[in-house]
């Protein structure tokens, strides 16, 4: 499977930028439950070093290829805004996350400070923000939010509570970047 992804144009135009280089060691195989979808998840290493990054390749065991490839990026900082370089549970979260295409489009994301979300990233041109593909997602997330783990329902109640417990459907980017992978099946779903 992974060579299958290394062939596809999104990875050929990733890796010919330069700059990043994909962990393939360490990918792992993810497997979502009621859904038949795989993913590809792969660190990727970065230049930037306050700036975690994950290369998520969905796959489709029906098609037999790879539907959608998405980078998920995380830089963190502390609260008085030092770049830190992991989430500490017993911290309010700051910084920002999001979702990005190979080329290094934004597609979504949220900037936090504080547990709150203090900005949706993605709703300028060029990105996915129709408020139907929203309210998708919302109802999507909705649904799988009572079987995601605890500690992660923890962490994103703050970015989540509006979107799917409320009627603000443009909350949802930043909920989504707050679930990073767990979302992605709702991201690319309703896409």
Request: glycine share 10%; hydrophobic share 35%.
């Amino acid at each position: 499977m992974i060579k299958q992804l290394k062939e596809t144009d999104d990875i050929r135009q990733f890796e010919h930028k330069g700059g990043e280089v994909i962990g393939w060691h360490e990918a792992q195989l993810v497997t979502y439950c009621g859904i038949k979808l795989q993913a590809v998840v792969a660190p990727i290493k970065s230049a930037t070093a306050n700036t975690s990054k994950s290369l998520l390749a969905y796959y489709c065991p029906e098609k037999k290829l790879f539907i959608r490839v998405l980078v998920f990026a995380m830089s963190l900082t502390d609260e008085s805004g030092q770049p830190i370089e992991c989430y500490n549970k017993d911290l309010p979260l700051n910084g920002s996350m999001g979702f990005y295409d190979t080329q290094g489009n934004l597609i979504s994301g949220a900037r936090y400070e504080n547990d709150q979300v203090v900005s949706i990233l993605g709703d300028e041109p060029g990105t996915v923000s129709a408020l139907g593909y929203w309210d998708c997602v919302r109802r999507c997330l909705s649904s799988i939010w009572t079987s995601l783990p605890n500690w992660l329902r923890f962490l994103c109640e703050a970015a989540c509570g509006s979107c799917i417990f409320g009627p603000n459907v443009w909350s949802c980017g930043g909920c989504a970047s707050c679930l990073g992978g767990y979302a992605t099946g709702c991201l690319i779903g309703c896409y």
